[in-house]
């Protein structure tokens, strides 16, 4: 059975002093919840405080990016032996965001990936299509090729601790969900792709969340479906009542 996770992606929003606030409202909120894994992602200025706000509590810290190589001339990017220093332990890669304004690709995706596993960092690597792609009945095509190039190489015990999630682009920040079928539909694709590039028991274990305007309105009815295992959650993260309603679903 997998364990629920619910991850909250901040994106670029909260200074140093209103993140620890989040972090204190959204901790006392949860304290009593123990069958599901929680997870916020605040800006790297935070991350170092957050997580020592959230040091004794069922919440976990992650950053939204990181690089590939450990150290260098690589101004203004992060490391994952960074993000590990400062208490995270997971890391968002691939966001569409990233893809969209930073010129992510599934190789960057890939071997940010190899780097996650390398300092023990748990990685949720971002898949999704556009509207055009979907109103083009390109989406399953998208998925499959954002999946395999980005999931290239990994060795099968990595992948069991990798976690994939499905975001259509065209449901990120624009109030637009994708149905609970849609979503299904291309969370059990992914899970059978998972199956064709490793195991069916490595895809068995593997959570697939979904983002795309997630809300404490519609999250009970994604959650019933048989893929889908948890939530990457934007907006409706920056408010501690919504997301620990979304939490508690």
Known sequence: MRKPLLAGNWKMNTISQESVKLAIDLKNLVAEVNDRDILVCPPFTAISQVADTLRD????????????????AFTGEVSGGMLKSVGAT???????????????????????LNA????????????????????????????????????NGLPKEQMG???????????????????PEQAQEVHAFIRKLIVELFDQATA??????????V????????????DIDGGLVGGASLKADNFAKIVKY
């Open 215 to 226: 809300t404490p309105d519609n999250i009970k009815i994604l959650m019933s479906q048989a």
């Open 57 to 72: 509590s069922v919440v976990m810290v992650g950053g939204q990016d990181m690089f590939w190589e450990d150290k260098g």
């Open 116 to 151: 996650a596993h390398k300092h023990g960092l748990l990685p949720i690597v971002c898949v999704g299509e556009t509207l055009a792609e979907r109103e083009g009945n390109k989406t399953l095509q998208v998925i499959e090729t954002q999946i395999k190039g980005s999931l």
């Open 204 to 213: 068995d274990e593997v959570r697939i969340l979904y983002g795309g305007s």
């Open 161 to 179: 601790k990798t976690v994939v999630a499905y975001e259509p682009v065209w449901a990120i920040g624009t109030g637009k969900t994708a149905s």
């Open 90 to 112: 997971y890391v968002i890669i691939g966001h569409s965001e990233r893809r969209q304004f930073f010129g992510e690709t599934d190789a960057t995706v890939n071997k940010k």
